[in-house]
């Protein structure tokens, strides 16, 4: 009999608890932001009462709606339909604190419990900015992600190909601080985006930055090779052009004055005077010069060895001219 009494009470509990629901039982919401939690039931319950983390904030009573509130933060919103009594309850400026258990405790009946949990988002940046790189060098782009929690998860995009790198992360009081580098070959213009994700975000956060690729000129060393050689084959004709002339011209002006001293040589010896009728035995060099067989004067040459006669009595010695007059 006490057996029987036994399960009749625990089959009765599981139908009146199964009546009451919370609803999400699992809510991840961003630090600062909005958390909704629905209770409802299929009676209209007298008093139902909102714990978070074992601390009322809020009561409910049938007659009156919410009645009390520890905060401002914590409200109450009535969506009863015919058949279901349900109110919503809304924490606003959702803190790291309220993180933990959230219950909807109906008196008379049973309690159901859910789970919220706070994330924070912080900041992301790519270190550096846009690139400029020349064609097939490698560059890198380093990711950062400071003050998330719980530890962010981040992927590289490069004009629209995801790729995952190992990032490394640092607790720096209760957030993360993490970083990620990417290495790529400067191929092509490309679009580099970093995405950082938590479970809170519905799309991932992210930064762009933009690499531009310089092409790379290639020397044609063909057309150079062959503009040397064209060049220096020019300076070569230049200079055998350039020391012939010099050496005709050179030769030329030797020849030239050879032939000046062997004209000058012939007409001096056409301009000596004949031996004969030729007085003064001691000078040999003497000219008569008079009329009527008397000497008015004469001029004397002295003719020595090895010198050359010159013109106008001039004799070249190799040193100096030597004209020697003996007027009588």
Known sequence: M????????????????????????????????????????????????????????????????????????????????????????VISNVQRGDAGKITCLVFSETSQLATLSVQERGSVEIVGGNQTKTEGTQTEFQCRAVGWFPEPNLTWSVNGVVSYCNSSSVAQGNVFNSNCTLTVTAVKNSSVQCL????????????????????????????????????????????????????????????????EIRRARIQSQNRTPATENVQGWDNRGYNRDGRDGRTNGGVWYTNHSNKHQMPDGFFDDGHRNHRHMTIV
């Open 2 to 89: 006490d057996v029987f009494r036994l399960g009749l009470f625990l089959l009765i509990t599981t139908v009146v608890s199964a009546q009451v629901q919370l609803q999400p039982l699992n809510a991840v919401v961003l630090r600062g932001s909005k958390a909704r939690f629905n209770c409802s039931t299929t009676r209209p319950p007298s008093v139902m009462n909102f714990i978070v983390n074992e601390r009322l904030v809020m009561t409910v009573l049938e007659a009156t709606g919410p009645v009390n509130s520890t905060e401002q933060r914590f409200s109450a919103v009535n969506f009863t339909t015919p058949g279901d009594y349900k109110w919503e309850f």
């Open 196 to 259: 950082v994700t938590i479970p809170a975000l519905s799309t991932p956060d992210s930064r762009t930055v933009f690499l531009t690729v310089e092409k790379l000129v290639k020397t044609d060393w063909t057309v150079l090779i062959a503009v040397t050689v064209a060049f220096s084959a020019a300076a070569l004709l230049f200079l055998i052009i350039y020391g012939i002339v010099f050496f005709c011209k050179r030769r030329k002006k030797k020849s030239g004055y050879q032939e």
